[in-house]
Nanobody
Framework: QVQLVESGGELVQAGGSLRLSCAAS????????MGWFRQPPGKEREFVAA????????YYADSVKGRFTVSRDNGKNTVYLQMNSLKPEDTAVYYC???????????????WGQGTQVSVSS
């Protein structure tokens, strides 16, 4: 079993930045591909970004490419999502996801955290 705890969500103005963190436990962190999904109000959960076990490869949804950066620190068992140039449409609950062995872009797979709210005001 994998436990995931997100943090860092808050209210920010459009154009601002936030960094989300997700601490993982319960399994060797370097065995997990990690990712971020989000669920905007009234919409389904959607893929945002993912990173492979070694931090060598990253993948992004088109809507966040060039603005968001996913990274990981295997020594701290933590994955990050740096979000820049935030837009009101980025408002959502952001969820951390873990899967093994490959990157997961499927909202119905893997382990999940409880989510952290990001709100972007215009």
């Amino acid at each position: 079993q994998v436990q995931l705890v997100e943090s860092g969500g808050e209210l920010v103005q459009a154009g601002g930045s936030l960094r989300l963190s997700c601490a993982a436990s319960g399994r060797t962190f370097s065995s997990l591909a990690m990712g971020w999904f989000r669920q905007p109000p009234g919409k389904e959960r959607e893929f945002v970004a993912a990173i492979d076990r070694w931090g060598l490869h990253t993948y992004y949804a088109d809507s966040v490419k060039g603005r968001f950066t996913v990274s990981r620190d295997n020594g701290k068992n933590t994955v990050y999502l740096q979000m820049n140039s935030l837009k009101p449409e980025d408002t959502a609950v952001y969820y951390c996801n873990a899967d093994t062995p490959a990157i997961n872009t499927n909202k119905n797979k893997g382990y999940w955290g409880q989510g952290t709210q990001v709100s972007v005001s215009s």
